[in-house]
Nanobody, 125 residues
């Protein structure tokens, strides 16, 4: 069964850090570009960051640039999202998604083949 499983969400303090993990099972991530999306209550799902299959090029939406870092470990078949300098507006359910493309390309959610179940991140003091 092809599956993505996120972990690492929870409660974070403003200015603090959390690290999300996205582990794949049933397939290897080597040939997939992987993205993190997030969805806050009442809002649409939006792309946050992406790492390409080719050369592991990374991309970030403006609101997280300089605070979040995406990385991949193909040996562990896992992608990470390190979130630093957390803000209350980062509060959302975070999803990882995979598409069998060498490059990240557009942020369109419809382009992604596999999705995780989501992990909740709440930033509050």
């Amino acid at each position: 069964q092809l599956q993505l499983v996120e972990s690492g969400g929870g409660l974070g303090q403003p200015g603090g850090s959390l690290r999300l993990s996205c582990a794949a099972s049933g397939f290897t991530l080597d040939n997939y570009s992987i993205a993190w999306f997030r969805q806050a209550p009442g809002k649409e799902r939006k792309g946050v960051s992406c790492i390409s299959a080719t050369r592991s090029s990374t991309y970030y939406t403006n609101s997280v640039e300089g605070r979040f870092t995406i990385s991949r470990d193909n040996v562990k078949n896992t992608v990470y999202l390190q979130m630093n300098s957390l803000k209350p507006e980062d509060t959302a359910t975070y999803y990882c998604a995979a598409k069998r493309r060498s490059m990240c390309g557009s942020w369109g959610a419809e382009d992604y083949d596999y999705w995780g179940q989501g992990t909740q991140v709440t930033v509050s003091s």
